[in-house]
């Protein structure tokens, strides 16, 4: 099972829309994610991602959301 996340725009490279790129940050984890299905996307943003790929814009209340089930998630597998 893959499992979309979101994550925040810290930086944009590349103003090229087929090959933009940007740095993302995943709680404390920062990956470089392809930006190109969201030419719209701006640092600061909040973006659902995908295999490596940002497929859609989400508000800070509904990420910061999903980062509270994850957390849930792992503490039950934990057992705590």
Do not use: N, W
């Not at 470089?32 to 943003?45: C, F, I, M, S």
């Not at 959301?65 to 998630?73: A, D, G, N, Q, S």
Request: negative net charge; aromatic residues 8%; hydrophobic residues 45%.
């Amino acid at each position: 099972m893959c499992l979309a996340v979101p994550g925040k725009i810290l930086t944009i490279e590349d103003a090229e829309p087929i090959l933009r790129t940007g740095k993302v940050q995943f709680g404390g984890i920062v990956k470089e994610v392809h930006l190109a299905y969201l030419p719209e996307a701006k640092v600061g943003d909040y973006v659902i991602v995908h295999v490596g790929f940002a497929i859609s814009i989400v508000d800070e209340k509904e990420a910061t959301r999903v980062f509270e089930y994850l957390k849930e998630m792992d503490e039950m597998e934990k057992g705590g």
